[in-house]
């Protein structure tokens, strides 16, 4: 590892270690609260690249390697440099980030050294979903230490919080005048690890609320993407259920739905004049036993004057060492 590697993640512990601590009393100052006077609309004519990406696992074996390697850069070396160049990019994190917690009835449970956020920042990710079936494998203590290690990273986590209402609020981000509002929801979680008025947890799917949340991020942003973590793992086709879901979601007023869990790419869709991607598979994982879970999908979308223009597809492949690279070049969803 580079002396200047050393120093960054030494810089990002410490840093991260008082995060922890101040989080429970702070705020996420990235997310837009409603009600607050909106600014003047200035877009940029040059195009917007928002980039969507898998299931993204540092735990278990990809940890270890990156242990043995003392190179938390690992995983993302290979693909960093596509994935920062986006002026969003976005994921599901599959991991709780902490040393805290005792596992909470989970079968696989996903616990990553808070190390591994260096790689994250430097892949450039900015949104991460926590509304994910693993977020509580290890209880609200390490819940609420994921989403303290990711803001003072200045990383958004969407789809959990505090509280419901801080877990059912978009998060927004503005570039070059182009507002753009993300949510997160699950499926695949129990109502006790869900987020409740005074008690911290994932965003549970509900479609009533989800309509309501909808709607106010529409009034917020210019586009609205939903991710879900929904499905059948291993389908290589979306299943029924996935199929009200999403469909809903766009009824609602989303211009994007964006599926993970499955760990395989599952087929991706127009509807209404929009876009669902079922899911888009396996990031960084290291399920190395099929040809199906070591690939996955990058779905990159460009946004002109406040309106997704564009939507194409790059595959990836994961490696037997867990780093991710392109598999092929970049191909447009008609």
């Keep these: 590892m580079k002396h200047w590697q050393v120093i960054v993640i030494v810089l990002l512990l410490a840093a991260s270690a008082w995060a922890v601590v101040l989080y429970p009393l702070g705020t996420r100052t990235v997310r837009i609260v409603a009600g607050t006077t909106p600014m003047p609309i200035v877009r940029d004519a040059q195009p917007v690249m928002l980039l969507f990406a898998g299931d993204i696992m540092l735990s278990r074996s990809v940890g270890d390697s990156m242990n043995a390697k003392r190179d938390w850069l690992w995983p993302f070396s290979r693909i960093a440099s596509v994935t920062a160049s986006a002026d969003l990019a976005f994921a599901n994190l599959e991991t709780t980030v902490s040393t805290r917690g005792a596992k909470n009835g989970c079968g696989f449970c996903f616990r990553a050294d808070p190390k591994a956020v260096v790689g994250l920042v430097n892949a450039g990710f900015d949104v991460l979903s926590v509304a994910n079936n693993h977020i509580w494998d290890f209880g609200p203590q390490a819940f609420t230490d ?17 509280n419901a209402a801080e877990a059912r609020l978009p998060v927004v981000r503005t570039v ?42 529409r009034t917020m942003a210019d586009v609205v993407v939903v991710s879900v973590h929904s499905g059948t793992e291993y389908e290589l086709l979306h299943n029924a259920v996935q199929g009200r879901m999403y469909h809903a979601i766009i009824d609602a007023g989303a211009d994007l739905v964006v599926g993970t869990h499955p760990h395989v790419v599952q087929d991706v869709e127009r509807y209404g004049g929009k876009w669902i991607a079922y899911s888009l598979g396996n990031f960084v994982f290291d399920q190395n036993f099929s040809e199906e879970t070591r690939k996955g999908l990058l779905l990159v979308v460009t946004v002109t004057g406040g309106r997704i223009a564009d939507v194409s597809q790059i595959p990836v492949d994961i490696s037997n060492q867990y780093q991710v690279a392109i598999h092929d070049s970049r191909t447009t969803i008609r």
Excluded: C
């Design 176 to 217: 070059r005048g182009a507002r753009i509002a993300y949510l997160a929801y699950t499926d695949l979680l129990p109502a006790s690890a869900g987020a409740l008025a005074s008690h911290s947890g994932a965003n549970i799917w509900d479609e009533q609320r989800m309509k309501e949340d909808v709607a106010r991020a």
């Design 146 to 162: 994921t989403l303290g290690y990711l803001a003072v990273n200045d990383i958004s986590a969407v789809g959990g919080g505090r």
